[in-house]
């Protein structure tokens, strides 16, 4: 009866051995290298998301990795609409190609009004990047929440957004 109640604590302390391990796990190495390329994806607007940037076909991500992943999400988000409820908008770039359209400039344009993104977006909302103030790429979809588009009969149209005029400053707008 001794041996068959040992026998069972053991098992049942080794089958608990990975959840008191994995209480550590944000120090492994393996977290941090998927929280890192996560964060990664995200900079760079990668839009299948990070498993597939990350390991892409070759393997299904480990629970790890998809924990690394989620909190990297959740801070990226949280970052890009700016603690504090700034605004994360710093500047835009975009490649001007010297037509009558493009006031005949030539070659990389920085824009720092939101106003002024918005006159010059139609048309190249493809190639045109906007940065924050550390000079990372904003991703989509903080731009979504800051420019508005709508669907007009002959193309589209572009607005500031509510959040956009709450949260950037008068410069920022132009």
Request: glycine share 8%.
């Amino acid at each position: 009866m001794k041996k068959e109640i040992k026998l069972g604590l053991l098992i049942l302390s080794l089958s608990c051995m990975p959840y008191a391990s994995a209480s550590g796990y944000k120090n492994t190495p393996e977290y941090k290298d998927a929280y890192k390329c996560a964060t990664d994806s995200f900079k760079e607007g990668y839009g299948s998301g990070p498993a597939a940037f990350c390991v892409g076909n070759s393997r299904d991500p480990s629970k790890i990795e998809e924990k690394a992943y989620k909190d990297a999400e959740k801070d990226f988000s949280t970052k890009s609409t700016s603690a504090n409820g700034s605004c994360s908008f710093s500047y835009a770039v975009w490649v001007a190609t010297g037509s009558h359209a493009d006031d005949f400039l030539e070659g990389p344009q920085k824009e720092t009004s939101l106003r002024q993104v918005i006159k010059l977006f139609p048309g190249r909302e493809d190639s045109m990047q906007l940065f924050d103030k550390d000079g990372n790429k904003i991703s989509d979809d903080v731009v979504n929440r800051l420019i508005i588009k709508s669907k007009e009969e002959y193309g589209f149209s572009y607005r500031l957004s509510s959040e956009a005029k709450k949260t950037c400053s008068k410069k920022q707008l132009g």
